[in-house]
């Protein structure tokens, strides 16, 4: 009889993914916060690896994988992953696309209104004893055109709660069929003419060479003056140095982040402007959805090692 596949978990998974490989009958281990000297050192004992987004799948580390059949990332993004390396030694990469979307989603309208309403600095200021009615004058969202970059699926579903608030939804996605967006209720737009009419963009597409900065200096500064931006896909959609200018300028009235260009993200100049809200890569955290992304990857890793499917 061959021995229970092992799988090492290396960043901090929900302890359903462990309860699940167990009864899957593999066996696991669970060792958040590894080093990458240390990883190199213990993956050799491994046919599989389940991963968040801390732990860095690098060559080096796959080079002395000689056991590796398998990554699983709980969450969407494999950028932590040299998925061409893992590729070229027969190494599965397989994500959890549906676990954290909805989760993401709103995370996303909820950067709008913290925008629209200028909610951080507004609670700030009223904590810190002032009253400043005045100073806060919001924007309706309701009637406002929300410009999607991306329509897959987490873009759909901003799509779905933006025409709820009465939003009118335009959308560039070289994927998005006329059918589907009839569908999602949104209008299929070429990008210049999403950058041009946009009140509000918001972007959810994957890091790849042709998405880097797909908002540019240029594109930045042909947003309608006064738009606001919201990011938490990924940081090197936007470029950062444009997107202080064009804040900083007053071309644009206001941009939400959750994702930079290099992450921890523990200093930029985007910090130092008012009109800037950031939260520390958050889109995914919730507790339902790190729950789904846990218990997916542990049974679609399990299905993989145990039947080949
Ligand atoms: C993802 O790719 O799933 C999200 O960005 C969440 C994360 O990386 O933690």
Redesign the pocket.
């Known amino acids: 009889m061959s021995a229970a596949p092992k799988v090492l978990i290396s960043d901090k998974l929900s302890p359903a993914a462990i309860a699940i490989f167990q009864r899957r009958g593999i066996e696991v281990d669970f060792k958040p916060g590894l080093k990458p000297a240390e990883l190199r050192e213990i993956i050799g004992n491994y046919d599989g690896l389940a991963i968040?987004?801390a732990t860095k799948v690098t060559r080096e580390v796959l080079e002395v994988a000689s056991r590796l059949k398998v990554v699983g990332r709980a969450?969407?993004?494999v950028d932590n992953v040299d998925v061409s390396s893992a590729t070229a030694r027969g190494v599965v990469v397989m994500n959890t696309p549906h676990g954290?979307a909805i989760t993401?989603a709103e995370h996303a309208i909820a950067m709008i209104f913290a925008l629209a309403r200028q909610l951080p600095e507004a609670s700030a200021s009223t904590k810190a004893g002032k009253w400043e009615k005045n100073r806060f004058m919001g924007v309706e969202v309701s009637g406002k055109t929300l410009g999607l970059i991306g329509a897959g699926n987490i873009g759909s579903i901003v799509a779905n709660r933006a025409v709820g608030l009465h939003m009118k939804v335009i959308a560039f996605d070289p994927f998005l069929s006329e059918k589907r967006a009839v569908e999602l209720g949104v209008e299929k737009v070429d990008l210049d003419t999403l950058v041009a009419r946009a009140d509000f963009i918001t972007l959810h597409a994957p890091y790849t060479e042709q998405t880097k900065n797909i908002l540019n200096r240029e594109r930045l500064f042909a947003m309608k003056k006064g738009a606001r931006l919201i990011n938490c896909a990924r940081g090197g959609l936007v470029d950062e140095a444009a997107l202080f200018e064009a804040l900083q300028s007053g071309h644009l009235a206001g941009a939400a982040l959750d994702v930079f260009e290099t992450e921890p993200a523990t200093d930029s100049p985007l910090f130092g402007l008012e009109n800037v809200v950031c939260t520390p890569?958050l889109?995914?955290a919730t507790a339902e959805a790190q729950e789904n992304v846990a218990l997916q990857v542990a049974e679609q890793m399990s299905d993989f090692l145990l039947t080949g499917a």
Do not use: E, L
């Open positions: 968040r987004s969450g969407i993004g954290n993401t890569h889109g995914a």
